[in-house]
Protein backbone atom coordinates (compact mmCIF):
# COMPACT_ATOMS: atom_id res chain seq x y z
CA UNK A 1 0.00 0.00 0.00
CA UNK A 2 1.43 2.96 -1.00
CA UNK A 3 1.81 6.44 1.92
CA UNK A 4 -0.82 9.08 1.04
CA UNK A 5 2.35 11.25 0.69
CA UNK A 6 3.49 8.92 -1.84
CA UNK A 7 0.46 9.47 -4.23
CA UNK A 8 0.49 13.25 -3.91
CA UNK A 9 4.08 13.45 -4.98
CA UNK A 10 2.53 11.28 -8.01
CA UNK A 11 1.79 13.62 -10.87
CA UNK A 12 0.30 11.95 -13.90
CA UNK A 13 0.95 14.24 -17.76
CA UNK A 14 -1.95 12.81 -20.27
CA UNK A 15 0.18 10.04 -23.10
CA UNK A 16 0.41 12.27 -25.99
CA UNK A 17 -1.60 10.37 -29.02
CA UNK A 18 0.62 8.07 -30.83
CA UNK A 19 -1.32 6.39 -34.08
CA UNK A 20 1.30 4.01 -35.60
CA UNK A 21 3.82 1.88 -34.08
CA UNK A 22 7.57 2.72 -34.82
CA UNK A 23 8.96 -0.29 -35.71
CA UNK A 24 6.09 -1.55 -38.59
CA UNK A 25 4.24 1.45 -39.53
CA UNK A 26 0.73 -0.66 -37.85
CA UNK A 27 -2.10 1.09 -36.43
CA UNK A 28 -1.81 1.04 -32.79
CA UNK A 29 -4.54 -0.11 -29.99
CA UNK A 30 -4.03 0.31 -26.55
CA UNK A 31 -4.36 -2.58 -23.75
CA UNK A 32 -3.81 -2.44 -20.15
CA UNK A 33 -0.36 -3.56 -18.95
CA UNK A 34 0.64 -3.52 -15.44
CA UNK A 35 -2.07 -1.84 -14.53
CA UNK A 36 -1.64 1.36 -16.90
CA UNK A 37 -3.25 1.95 -20.16
CA UNK A 38 -0.47 1.67 -23.25
CA UNK A 39 -0.13 1.38 -26.98
CA UNK A 40 0.09 -1.49 -28.55
CA UNK A 41 1.26 -2.74 -32.02
CA UNK A 42 -0.79 -6.09 -33.04
CA UNK A 43 1.60 -6.73 -36.16
CA UNK A 44 4.38 -6.98 -33.56
CA UNK A 45 2.47 -8.14 -31.06
CA UNK A 46 4.42 -6.03 -28.30
CA UNK A 47 3.96 -2.87 -26.30
CA UNK A 48 5.05 0.71 -27.62
CA UNK A 49 6.39 2.18 -24.63
CA UNK A 50 6.92 5.74 -24.28
CA UNK A 51 10.17 6.71 -21.65
CA UNK A 52 10.97 9.80 -20.26
CA UNK A 53 14.10 11.22 -22.11
CA UNK A 54 16.80 12.06 -19.58
CA UNK A 55 17.80 15.97 -19.15
CA UNK A 56 20.52 17.72 -16.90
CA UNK A 57 20.93 21.24 -16.08
CA UNK A 58 22.38 23.81 -13.73
CA UNK A 59 20.56 26.50 -11.59
CA UNK A 60 23.83 29.02 -10.91
CA UNK A 61 22.89 30.85 -7.39
CA UNK A 62 23.92 34.69 -7.01
CA UNK A 63 22.63 35.62 -3.45
CA UNK A 64 19.13 35.20 -3.77
CA UNK A 65 18.77 34.80 -7.72
CA UNK A 66 19.43 32.10 -10.28
CA UNK A 67 20.94 32.19 -13.69
CA UNK A 68 18.31 31.71 -16.39
CA UNK A 69 18.20 31.25 -20.00
CA UNK A 70 15.96 32.63 -23.13
CA UNK A 71 15.34 29.46 -25.29
CA UNK A 72 16.42 30.46 -28.79
CA UNK A 73 15.29 27.14 -30.16
CA UNK A 74 12.64 24.56 -29.73
CA UNK A 75 11.09 23.29 -27.87
CA UNK A 76 9.59 26.51 -25.81
CA UNK A 77 11.38 29.03 -28.22
CA UNK A 78 11.56 32.41 -26.23
CA UNK A 79 10.68 30.89 -22.70
CA UNK A 80 12.63 31.23 -19.94
CA UNK A 81 14.36 27.99 -17.87
CA UNK A 82 17.44 27.05 -16.72
CA UNK A 83 20.62 26.20 -18.74
CA UNK A 84 19.61 22.23 -19.54
CA UNK A 85 19.92 19.87 -22.67
CA UNK A 86 19.74 16.35 -23.57
CA UNK A 87 22.27 13.81 -22.02
CA UNK A 88 24.61 12.16 -24.25
CA UNK A 89 23.84 8.28 -24.06
CA UNK A 90 27.36 7.93 -22.46
CA UNK A 91 27.14 10.91 -20.29
CA UNK A 92 26.80 11.26 -16.48
CA UNK A 93 23.97 13.41 -15.38
CA UNK A 94 26.08 16.37 -14.13
CA UNK A 95 28.73 16.05 -16.65
CA UNK A 96 26.13 16.95 -19.39
CA UNK A 97 24.24 19.63 -16.92
CA UNK A 98 28.32 21.09 -16.76
CA UNK A 99 28.20 21.15 -20.60
CA UNK A 100 25.25 22.49 -21.42
CA UNK A 101 26.00 25.30 -18.74
CA UNK A 102 28.78 26.15 -21.02
CA UNK A 103 27.57 25.83 -23.86
CA UNK A 104 24.61 28.00 -23.22
CA UNK A 105 26.12 30.83 -21.06
CA UNK A 106 30.03 30.33 -21.32
CA UNK A 107 30.08 29.21 -17.75
CA UNK A 108 32.36 26.61 -16.53
CA UNK A 109 31.37 24.83 -13.82
CA UNK A 110 32.97 21.08 -12.51
CA UNK A 111 30.40 18.54 -12.24
CA UNK A 112 32.05 17.08 -9.12
CA UNK A 113 30.85 20.57 -7.44
CA UNK A 114 27.44 20.52 -8.73
CA UNK A 115 24.09 19.67 -5.66
CA UNK A 116 21.48 18.20 -6.92
CA UNK A 117 18.62 20.34 -6.19
CA UNK A 118 15.54 18.46 -7.82
CA UNK A 119 14.15 15.82 -10.61
CA UNK A 120 12.23 17.91 -12.68
CA UNK A 121 8.83 16.13 -14.77
CA UNK A 122 8.40 18.46 -17.83
CA UNK A 123 6.36 17.73 -21.47
CA UNK A 124 7.90 18.70 -24.62
CA UNK A 125 5.74 18.89 -27.73
CA UNK A 126 6.87 15.39 -28.73
CA UNK A 127 8.27 14.21 -25.86
CA UNK A 128 8.50 13.97 -22.14
CA UNK A 129 11.72 14.81 -20.30
CA UNK A 130 13.16 14.34 -17.03
CA UNK A 131 15.47 17.24 -15.76
CA UNK A 132 18.27 16.17 -13.15
CA UNK A 133 18.44 19.76 -11.84
CA UNK A 134 22.02 20.51 -9.95
CA UNK A 135 22.94 24.12 -8.14
CA UNK A 136 25.96 25.92 -8.02
CA UNK A 137 27.34 28.79 -6.40
CA UNK A 138 27.78 31.65 -8.69
CA UNK A 139 31.48 31.89 -7.26
CA UNK A 140 32.70 28.57 -7.89
CA UNK A 141 32.12 28.86 -11.81
CA UNK A 142 34.43 30.33 -14.40
CA UNK A 143 34.12 32.44 -17.09
CA UNK A 144 32.59 35.43 -18.83
CA UNK A 145 28.28 35.00 -18.94
CA UNK A 146 26.63 34.95 -21.82
CA UNK A 147 23.96 33.52 -24.25
CA UNK A 148 25.18 30.97 -26.58
CA UNK A 149 24.33 27.91 -28.16
CA UNK A 150 20.37 27.92 -28.71
CA UNK A 151 20.11 31.40 -25.88
CA UNK A 152 18.84 33.80 -27.09
CA UNK A 153 19.35 35.63 -23.31
CA UNK A 154 20.53 34.98 -19.90
CA UNK A 155 20.48 36.44 -16.77
CA UNK A 156 19.74 36.62 -13.14
CA UNK A 157 16.26 36.01 -11.81
CA UNK A 158 14.78 36.39 -8.09
CA UNK A 159 11.66 33.70 -7.80
CA UNK A 160 9.71 36.77 -7.00
CA UNK A 161 10.39 38.20 -10.47
CA UNK A 162 10.13 34.73 -11.85
CA UNK A 163 6.21 34.39 -10.30
CA UNK A 164 5.37 37.57 -11.54
CA UNK A 165 6.54 36.49 -15.15
CA UNK A 166 5.35 33.17 -14.72
CA UNK A 167 3.75 33.59 -18.40
CA UNK A 168 7.54 34.17 -19.34
CA UNK A 169 9.15 30.71 -17.95
CA UNK A 170 9.27 27.49 -19.71
CA UNK A 171 6.93 25.72 -16.43
CA UNK A 172 5.92 26.97 -12.67
CA UNK A 173 8.21 24.01 -11.78
CA UNK A 174 11.40 25.84 -12.47
CA UNK A 175 10.24 28.08 -10.25
CA UNK A 176 10.02 25.92 -7.20
CA UNK A 177 13.20 23.95 -8.66
CA UNK A 178 14.52 28.06 -8.48
CA UNK A 179 13.84 28.26 -4.99
CA UNK A 180 15.13 24.95 -3.61
CA UNK A 181 18.88 25.74 -5.43
CA UNK A 182 18.98 28.81 -3.93
CA UNK A 183 17.89 27.41 -0.36
CA UNK A 184 20.63 24.05 -1.27
CA UNK A 185 23.41 26.97 -2.25
CA UNK A 186 22.38 29.12 0.53
CA UNK A 187 22.84 26.64 3.12
CA UNK A 188 19.32 26.72 4.33
CA UNK A 189 16.85 23.69 4.92
CA UNK A 190 13.96 23.47 1.98
Given at each position: ?????????????EMKQLNYC???????????????????????????????????????VKGKEVL???????????????????????????????????????????????????????????????????????????????????????????????????????????????????????????
Open positions: MRSSRTENLKERIWRCGSELSKKMDEGRERYFCEGCNEFVYRNSVPVGGVFVLIKRGGTPNKGKWSYPAGYLEYDERPEVGAARELEEETGLKADPEDLKLVATIQLEHPEKYVVGNAYGISFDKVDGKLKAGDDAEDARFWTPKEMEVSLEEMESKKIVEAAEKAIELIQGRSP
